[in-house]
T-cell receptor
Framework: AQKITQTQPGMFVQEKEAVTLDCTYD???????LFWYKQPSSGEMIFLIY??????QNATEGRYSLNFQKARKSANLVISASQLGDSAMYFC???????????????FGPGTRLSVLP | EPEVTQTPSHQVTQMGQEVILRCVPI?????FYWYRQILGQKVEFLVS????????KSEIFDDQFSVERPDGSNFTLKIRSTKLEDSAMYFC?????????FGSGTQLSVL
């Protein structure tokens, strides 16, 4: 079974609008971390936001917020006020278990390609 | 803001040649990793490194691959005899506490 599911292969959003990128995950481990990364066409993998499984509040980083719904096992990324530079591939990822355990237990979803329209 | 640095950004090599990919992790980070991403596909774990030794490796990381931290700052991935299927983007990463940070990657093309 897939550990991370991103059901939107591609998304379009108008500049200055908000957009939500979906991510659902599957784990039986009570301790885990959820991440979003941005990969522009240049290829680098840019860390956006992190949510720990025990965090009480949803994570926010500037224009990025993570809508964490633990019971539904979803961790959607919300980008407010989209900019042209937000056009990129977005990956949801999950680390299961220990906070230093980024080996086999760190998995990526297939990604969502976001295109921001002027 | 500190960042993970990788060199070179692009590497072209002939099949069968050795390549060394270099990384400078964020200082004070303790765990280091190599991942790769074949074009258009998922990011795959290769190896993790802690306290100057491999702590975990995937089945992709066979005898053709090796890692070392020769001087306390650089972290290298060596591929001894490259194959066509080694063509990919290779990412170095390091983590501290709960967050994992990636370098900008090395695009390896094997001809």
């Amino acid at each position: 079974a897939q550990k991370i599911t991103q059901t939107q292969p591609g998304m379009f959003v108008q500049e200055k609008e908000a957009v939500t990128l979906d991510c659902t995950y599957d784990t039986s481990d009570p301790s885990y971390g959820l991440f979003w990364y941005k990969q522009p066409s240049s290829g680098e993998m840019i860390f956006l936001i992190y949510q720990g499984s025990y965090d009480q509040q949803n994570a926010t980083e500037g224009r990025y917020s993570l809508n964490f719904q633990k019971a539904r096992k979803s961790a959607n990324l919300v980008i407010s006020a989209s900019q042209l530079g937000d056009s990129a591939m977005y990956f949801c990822a999950m680390r299961e278990g220990r906070v230093d355990n980024y080996g086999q237990n760190f998995v990526f979803g297939p990604g969502t390609r976001l295109s921001v329209l002027p | 803001e500190p960042e993970v640095t990788q060199t070179p950004s692009h590497q072209v090599t002939q099949m069968g040649q050795e390549v060394i990919l270099r990384c400078v992790p964020i200082s004070n980070h303790l765990y280091f990793y190599w991942y790769r991403q074949i074009l258009g596909q998922k990011v795959e774990f290769l190896v993790s490194f802690y306290n100057n030794e491999i702590s975990e490796k995937s089945e992709i990381f066979d005898d053709q691959f090796s890692v070392e931290r020769p001087d306390g700052s650089n972290f290298t991935l060596k591929i001894r005899s490259t194959k066509l299927e080694d063509s990919a983007m290779y990412f170095c990463a390091s983590n501290f506490n709960e967050k994992l940070f990636f370098g900008s990657g090395t695009q390896l093309s094997v001809l």
